[in-house]
């Protein structure tokens, strides 16, 4: 069974500080995907990494994954208020893919 | 632009009555996707489609949901004798099975299930 597990939990940092969560997951995955969900809203894609090396940026966020070490990264850097939500991290298998699993997701707060 | 809708977006009910949700997918997607989220967890994948044919269900889709998507297009998601442990975020997603970025899944805004 693949499980996937984001660390930490919670996240609260200052603005204009940096950051990573951390995504492992526990057998082979072809594809790895972040998603961003706002309070009562639903899921927003921000990257889907592809292949072993695989770095992904967009304004301050940057993702990677490491394929061997199953392991991806977020990493944010000179946070800002509206960059407060829950993150999630979630693989799929296969060549075409198919159902994604979720980890539990990271809550992440900026202070002012 | 048009993504994926889901309707409704609120659905109170009394234990036991039957309910169902519709999403609509992003016109050219060929897989559609539910998912269940509850408050304070990641989705939890369900059950999807490829055009018309359903290809997986997971062991959470008890004999009380079933889906379907008749035309290909829309799709349905009908819980009957709901249960208050049914009470969550039913989320609908699709996707194209080829493309620059293979099966990347677009989420719709969800139907928020609460059972009395």
Same mark, same amino acid.
């Given at each position: 069974e693949l499980k996937v597990e984001q660390n930490p939990l919670f996240l609260s940092m200052q603005e204009g500080k940096n950051y990573t969560i951390y995504c492992n997951y526990s057998t082979t995955s072809d594809r790895l995907y972040w998603y961003r969900q706002d309070p009562g809203k639903s899921l927003e894609s921000l990257f889907v990494l592809l292949s072993n090396g695989a770095v992904k940026q967009e304004g301050r966020l940057m993702a990677s994954l490491d394929t061997k070490a199953r392991l991806s990264t977020l990493h944010i850097t *000179? *946070?800002? !208020?509206?960059?407060?939500a829950t993150y999630f991290c979630a693989v799929s298998r296969g060549a075409s893919g198919s159902r994604l699993t979720f980890g539990e997701g990271t809550q992440l707060t900026v202070n002012p | 632009d048009t993504g994926v809708s889901q309707d409704p977006r609120h659905k109170i009910t009394k234990r036991g009555q039957n309910v169902t949700f519709r999403c609509d997918p992003?016109? =050219? !997607?060929n897989r559609l996707y539910w998912y269940r989220q509850t408050l304070g967890q990641g989705p939890e994948f369900l059950t999807y489609f490829q055009n018309e044919a359903q290809l997986e269900k997971s062991r959470?889709?008890?004999?009380r949901f079933s889906a379907e998507r008749p035309k290909g297009s829309f799709s349905t998601l009908e819980i009957q004798?709901? =249960?208050?442990?049914?009470?969550a975020m039913y989320l609908c997603a699709s996707s194209l099975l080829?493309?620059?970025?293979?099966? =990347?899944q677009f989420f719709g805004p969800g139907t928020r299930l609460t059972v009395l």
């Open positions: *000179a *946070a800002v !208020h509206d960059l407060s | 992003i016109s =050219e !997607h959470l889709l008890s004999d004798r709901t =249960e208050q442990g049914d009470s080829s493309g620059i970025l293979p099966n =990347e």
